[in-house]
């Protein structure tokens, strides 16, 4: 599997706690229903929670998980932003390969997310890394807004990845 990209001046990493501050502000700035703190708190240390930062401070993050189901462990992407300053420089691009690669490594064969019908922004990015709408789901947000239910199959990923 080819090693994600990532911006020359971003690391990325596994989310600590001493994170969480700045995960929380950007989270609010990008989102009109956040995630509380202690949301972000109980996933401190898994695998799924990593942050990119740029000269030692967080620039973006990525949550998610992995559920055993039944033989076929299914991966869940359940947040990702970038702060506004450090947008459309590749970041979140690599924050989403870089948990997929982890999510795999969890256990996960396939990945699922939840995404705003309106976010076209996010909505190209999953499209581009190859998710693949499963359903929608009517009024999935507190304001009635519909969520497009996206999957991944890790394994064709990976071999998509794979090839030069």
């Not at 989403?96 to 990945?111: H, I, K, N, P, Y």
């Not at 807004?145 to 071999?159: F, H, N, P, R, S």
Request: proline residues 5%; aromatic residues 8%.
């Amino acid at each position: 599997m080819a090693v994600p990209t990532t911006p020359a001046d971003v690391t990325i990493r596994g989310a600590e706690e001493s994170d969480l501050g700045s995960v929380v502000r950007i989270e609010r700035d990008a989102f009109d229903q956040p995630w509380p703190y202690t949301a972000f708190e109980r996933f401190v240390g898994e695998p799924g929670f990593l942050v990119a930062t740029r000269d030692g401070a967080v620039v973006g993050y990525v949550v998610g998980d992995v559920t055993p189901n039944f033989g076929r462990d299914i991966g869940h992407v359940k947040d990702l932003a970038v702060a506004t300053a450090a947008r459309r420089r590749g970041i979140g691009r690599s924050l989403l390969r870089q948990s997929l690669v982890s999510l795999a490594v969890d256990g996960a064969e396939v990945v699922k997310l939840e995404v705003r019908e309106s976010n076209e922004a996010a909505r190209t990015l999953y499209c581009d890394t190859g998710f693949e709408t499963a359903r929608r789901v009517p009024r999935y947000y507190r304001d009635g807004e519909d969520a497009l239910v996206m999957v991944l199959d890790v394994a064709e990923w990976q071999d998509d990845e794979a090839e030069p």
